[in-house]
């Protein structure tokens, strides 16, 4: 990788990852599917699933110890000396593929300002859903009287 | 213990696993959306005890089997096997889950408060008979709080250590391939702790809940009390491979202490699992806070609890023994028939004159 990967204009690396990883299955890859043909040639080096071991520190002694693994669906895959990855949950090969047509977009600034859109139109659905969920959690909150 | 080689029977095993299957009729991705749908807390168990997280692939297990669940864990431990493992993620730590439920039994006023969650603790338990004469019931809807709860709450252990009331935990710079791995090393005595929480988190929720309950009846050095159980989803966070970490996604866990006074100091007790099932890690972190100096054969020593919870292996060995056993059964036999005719001999035998 001759050139330096640019980041998508307001939208930090891990931030643009983390919201693809979790974006609507169908909407990302009805997204990605036409970025195909706006990016140099591609070279697929990887997609497939396999998994990742979630460990955890435990509260009492502060030890790391595994949790278990998690099924992901992962792509590697190349173009224009940039390099486009996907990481997500499940076992949807295709998913995993389109998070990183667009990583490998924003990487070379291909599609940008659609990019963005798609980005910030999944965050807001993201964040609404956290906030709808988290207000019905809220609903449970108690107040403890002891007598 | 001596085998034998059997053969035979092919054709009745072929129709007997033919009839095991027809009881159920045909899988349908349709059936295997439903039962994920339908049964979180079925599949959260499964994917724990399984320690494979994907709740179709625990759907379908559950579907496969019949809900056969030594069954259907069996199969998903195998399939995974089939996977290589991608990496390994960074260690969760309680500050940093998603939390749908919080609740201490040790202290009523915990920072950050007490949020219930989906819970049916306090429900009236009442069979919706109604359903069965053709009604559907339909649950009544959560009136939502017009704000939300904090998505993330301080640790409730981090708060009693800042208190004198708990020994501070070390850090653990342990991380990634480094952390011991039941799944790649044997599991010795003493075991390491990260090999015990480990066979916890994996283990079956009833032979967890068995000893537990022993523990907690009396069976054990120390009564526990709840001093934090959550319910939560953790991100799963990775690395790009140009170095950026970020969250892949995020999946449920349940994690759980205990609190027992232990001479001057509060003694703790920890464990937590995939996907959300508090019966196990309340008592699984009863079976830690009890492990230490417990006597040799005990409920709460750890290598009588690590063994004898490990589903998969203790099933296993259960269901062996239906399997053909003539050589050493018909060698007990002989024992027997031996022994018989050595003591019908000796009662023939005339007694001497006196």
Known sequence: MTQTPQDLPGWAHDAMLAVLARADTERLKAFAEPLIAQLPEIKVLENRTGLVMLPMRDTAQGTHFHLGEILMSEARITAGNQLGYGMRRGRDLEAAMAMALVDLAAALGVAADACVRFLDAEARAQAQADHDTLCRVEATRVDMETF | ?354
């Open chain 2, 1 to 354: 213990m001596a085998y034998v080689a059997t053969r035979g029977g092919e054709r009745a095993i072929e129709q007997s696993q033919r009839l095991f299957r027809a009881e159920m009729g045909a899988i349908t991705p349709e059936r295997v959306a439903e039962i994920r749908s339908a049964m979180p807390y079925l599949i959260d168990r499964v994917m724990g005890e399984a320690s494979l997280y994907d709740e179709d692939l625990a759907a379908l297990a559950l579907a496969q089997t019949g809900g056969e669940l030594y069954e259907a864990i069996l199969l998903l431990r195998a399939w995974r096997t089939t996977q290589p493992r991608l990496t390994v993620a960074d260690p969760v730590t309680q500050d940093s889950l998603f939390t749908h439920r919080r609740i201490s039994a040790a202290f009523k006023d915990i920072p950050g408060g007490q949020v219930l969650g989906p819970t049916l603790d306090y429900a009236h338990r009442i069979l919706a008979t109604d359903v069965l004469s053709g009604q559907t019931y339909h649950p009544d809807p959560v009136d939502p709080a017009p704000q939300p709860s904090p998505a993330r709450q301080p640790s409730v252990a981090a708060w009693q250590a800042e208190n004198g009331l708990l020994a501070k935990s070390l850090p653990d710079a342990t991380t990634g391939n480094d952390i011991p791995d039941i799944t790649r090393e044997p599991l010795l005595f003493p075991a390491k702790r990260a090999h015990t929480l480990q066979s916890l988190a994996r283990a079956e929720t009833g032979g967890v809940l068995a000893l537990g309950y022993a523990a907690q009846r009396g069976y054990g050095q120390a009564h526990p009390t709840v001093n934090e159980l959550r319910l939560a989803e953790a991100d799963v966070v990775v690395q790009h491979p140009r170095g950026t970490r970020f969250s892949a996604g995020r999946v449920k866990v349940s994690q759980a202490e205990v609190v027992s006074k232990q001479g001057s100091e509060l003694g703790l007790g920890f464990a937590a699992t995939l996907g959300w099932n508090e019966v196990k890690v309340i008592a699984a972190a009863t079976l830690d806070l009890n492990a230490a100096g417990a006597p040799k054969g005990s409920a709460t020593e750890e290598e009588f609890f690590l063994y004898h919870t490990e589903g998969v292996e203790s099933s296993g060995f259960c269901i062996h023994f239906k399997l053909p056993h003539y050589v050493t059964f018909q060698s007990s036999l002989d024992a027997m028939r031996d022994a018989k005719a050595k003591r019908a001999a000796k009662d023939k035998q005339p007694e001497p004159a006196e």
